[in-house]
């Protein structure tokens, strides 16, 4: 349960407004400082039964579960039973994808890393039996190659579902139950789970999403489990404390009581740029998202499901970490103020985004145009010297198909933009340039790859 910070009401406050602005029904949030773990709960688990949300209540964490999955696969090579950097068709002869070449070079630290090139969104539902990740990687040859592997950043849910095929292949079992052997039940997590069944026993919030698009309204969002395709990239149910306790963990020496579980040099591998991220962070680096906060290293991840938005945030340095829980789609707005928040009160470091600058209209107006995406496009315009992005999007998990509300987006390099306002101010954007010609290649929007097709 949770213990009372020293400035209980500065929390409370910066909670509160932000769950006040953003409409958001329940949050929780837990603090790691000077060894401690203190956690809090806010608002309600329901808005249909308005029971209150407790400091222990369950949420789905979505991405962050990749980092988990990260931390698997390091243990396993520690184990000598996979290596980084050889070929993934190695440890699994009968993978097939659309590029041969990709096929015989993809390694781990490719799809850890989101530089494999696979289309990264595919949420098919194989059914909840053993075999449901087997019969997911299977169809792979059906992914469109976007780029070559190595060749450029793109955030890709399906590489992790390679990785997690290539766990339960090594291994001989399931994924779900080599997490647990491997990482869960080393770390002492009692409350992470995979599936629905095990998490209804405990405390549990039901997520929430918008109405409308925009729409401050919320309904309980019905369609709760991921397929268990999924759930090496977003599967995990768990509590702020349980995400405190991994933190701890990987700000750590790589012991848990005093038992060694990983190096302390595969953990500072993992915390070490493999690649520069586009516009989603500075850096990534083995299942991590790095950035800089007034010039302090933040190792952060994300995630994001079906009416859930949580964040992880770790600043190795000041041994301090941050686990914000949401169940609202409209979180990541609410958990993007209070980290702010709780970097500039506990730490002194406050974050401010890059001021934007004025480029020349004939430069903006060559990211004009119509790009394609995975699940649904968007159209850029030019609108008073910043660029307007109107999109329509279809739900990879209920196939509902949406248009959202405008977002501008003002310059902050020759090919990098920043949301100016709303919901997803502080959200940055690039243009990938063609290899010939002046029109953009790709659009980068929300780690994803979008394709240029008209004016």
């Known amino acids: ?56 209540s369950l949420l789905q964490i979505g991405s962050i579960s990749k980092v988990f999955t990260a931390t698997l696969i390091m243990r396993l090579v520690e184990a000598g039973k996979l290596d980084l950097d050889t070929p993934v068709i190695t440890y699994l002869p009968e993978l097939r994808l659309a590029d041969a070449t990709a096929q015989q070079t993809i390694t781990l630290r490719h799809l850890l890393a989101h530089t494999s090139g696979l289309e990264g969104d595919r949420f098919t539902d194989y059914g ?23 060749e450029l950043w793109s955030y890709c849910n ?38 629905a069944h095990e998490a209804i026993v405990y405390p549990v919030s039901v997520g929430h999403t918008e109405v409308e698009p925009g729409s401050s309204q919320q309904q309980v969002a019905r369609l709760y489990p991921l397929p268990r395709c999924v759930n090496a990239a977003g599967g995990i149910i768990s509590n702020v404390e349980n995400l405190l306790k991994f933190a701890r963990f990987h700000l750590g020496d790589g012991t848990v009581d005093g038992t060694p579980v990983l190096s302390r040099a595969s953990l500072e591998q993992m915390q070490q740029p493999q690649t520069a991220a586009g516009n989603f962070a ?11 906060v007034a010039g302090v290293r933040v190792v952060s991840h994300g995630g994001s499901t079906n009416g859930f938005q949580a964040q992880l945030a770790l600043v190795p340095e000041r041994q301090f970490a941050i686990a914000i829980l949401t169940n609202s789609d409209r979180g990541a707005a609410a958990h993007r103020d209070i ?43 030019v609108v008073d010297g910043k660029l ?15 248009t959202m509300p405008p977002i501008d987006m003002a310059p902050i390099g020759e090919r990098e933009f920043i949301v100016v306002d709303g919901q997803y101010k502080g959200m940055r954007v690039d243009f990938i340039p063609a290899a010939t010609g002046d029109k953009p290649r790709f659009l980068r929007f929300g780690g994803r790859l979008g394709d240029y097709v008209e004016q």
Not at 128 to 150: M, N, S, W
Not at 165 to 189: C, I, N, Q, S, Y
Not at 388 to 402: K, M
Request: hydrophobic share 40%; aromatic share 10%; with cysteine.
């Open 1 to 56: 349960m949770s213990t009372e910070l020293q400035h209980p009401d500065s929390l409370h406050q910066a909670v509160q407004a932000a769950m006040e602005r953003w409409s958001v029904p329940g949050i929780t949030v837990g603090i790691l400082r000077d060894g401690q773990i203190e956690t809090f709960g806010y608002g309600v688990a329901s808005l249909e039964t308005a029971y209150p949300i407790r400091p222990d």
């Open 128 to 150: 909840i039996g053993d075999d449901a990740l087997a019969k997911c990687v299977a169809e792979f040859h059906t992914l469109r190659q976007y780029t070559a592997p190595g």
């Open 158 to 195: 399906s590489g992790f579902y390679l990785a997690g095929r290539v766990v339960e292949k090594v291994l001989g079992t399931t994924f779900e139950a080599a997490m647990k052997e491997w990482v869960f039940d080393p770390l002492g997590l009692d409350r992470a789970f995979f599936f």
């Open 282 to 292: 500075e850096a990534y680096g083995i299942g991590w998202a790095l950035s800089t």
């Open 339 to 381: 980290q702010r928040w709780a970097l500039a009160h506990y730490l002194g470091l406050k974050e401010a985004d890059p001021e934007p600058i004025s480029l020349p209209e004939e430069a903006l107006a060559r990211f004009a145009g119509t790009y394609k995406q995975q699940h649904g496009h968007t159209t850029i315009t």
């Open 388 to 402: 307007r992005a109107e999109t329509v999007v279809r739900s990879v998990l209920t196939g509902e198909e949406r």
